[in-house]
């Protein structure tokens, strides 16, 4: 008998492409649990994100759009490909209506998928008087031995207000990362707290950041996306000229 609620499991495997599997009964009750589960698990993604649902009972077939609303979001960040596996012709059919890449299996879907060119720096920041100092450094001096050093200011000014944030809100030590993609640099700090990063109406005089609102204005994307471990990866996309 399948579960009410839809649960991800993950799939143990070597290799840099996530897997997963879908059971239970996708319904407009379910819906929102399995969505969260989604970007949860494709945030921690590095370089492919593959999701069976040949054990998903589909109650409503419009609610497909779930995997395709996350393809997009994934699209953005953690930027990797999504896709989709079950043996079931009738799944196949209705995830290709709703523009979400689809495989017989998962050799096949491994095989199909072109993984995204990229380089990462990462670096561990110790809650100090200078933390935010230190950050941005990290990104001025990735920015120039990756020859973007057009996207330097926007990344530091980037990486600053996230760090800040989570020096401001949470207990835990940032976890800053810098990615060049194809079209764009990622900049991306991890924490310990699932709180989501939001956006204030006006940013208090007092505080030290130049707040959300300034990043929204100058990354072409930008989101806050829970992490399997707990916490909570910000992140922001500039575009890369």
């Known amino acids: 008998m399948l579960a009410r609620h839809p649960s991800v499991w993950l799939v143990p495997r070597q290799g840099a492409i996530a897997r997963a599997s879908v059971g239970g009964v996708l319904d407009r009750t379910t ?12 945030a921690d993604a590095g370089d492919a994100v593959v999701i069976d649902i040949g054990g998903l009972e589909l109650r409503d077939p419009a609610l497909v759009r779930v995997f395709a609303l ?28 709703a523009g979400v890449a689809v495989y017989r299996d998962f050799a ?5 998928l072109r993984r995204p060119v990229r380089r990462r720096a990462e670096q561990v920041l110790s809650r100090t008087a200078r933390t935010s100092v ?68 006006e940013l208090d005089a007092l ?9 929204a204005k100058v990354a072409k994307s930008w989101g806050s996306s829970r992490v399997r471990s707990g916490g909570k990866v910000v992140w922001a996309v500039l575009a890369r000229p």
């Open 108 to 112: 096949a879907a491994e095989a199909s």
């Open 31 to 42: 819906y929102p649990r399995l969505r969260d589960r989604l970007l949860e698990f494709a």
């Open 134 to 201: 230190r950050a941005r450094g990290f990104v001025e001096g990735v920015c120039a031995e990756w020859l973007v050093p057009g996207l330097a200011e926007n990344a530091a000014l980037i990486a600053t207000e996230f760090v800040e944030n989570t020096l401001r809100h949470t207990d835990s030590e940032p976890r800053l990362q810098v990615e060049l993609r194809r079209d764009g640099l990622g900049i991306a700090v991890a924490d310990g707290n699932a709180r989501p990063a939001v956006l204030r109406e």
């Open 207 to 215: 505080d030290a950041g130049l707040g959300l609102r300034m990043v």
């Open 70 to 97: 996350t393809a997009l979001r994934v699209a953005d960040w953690p930027a990797v490909p999504f896709a989709l596996v079950t043996d079931r012709p009738g799944q196949r059919a209705l995830a290709a209506r």
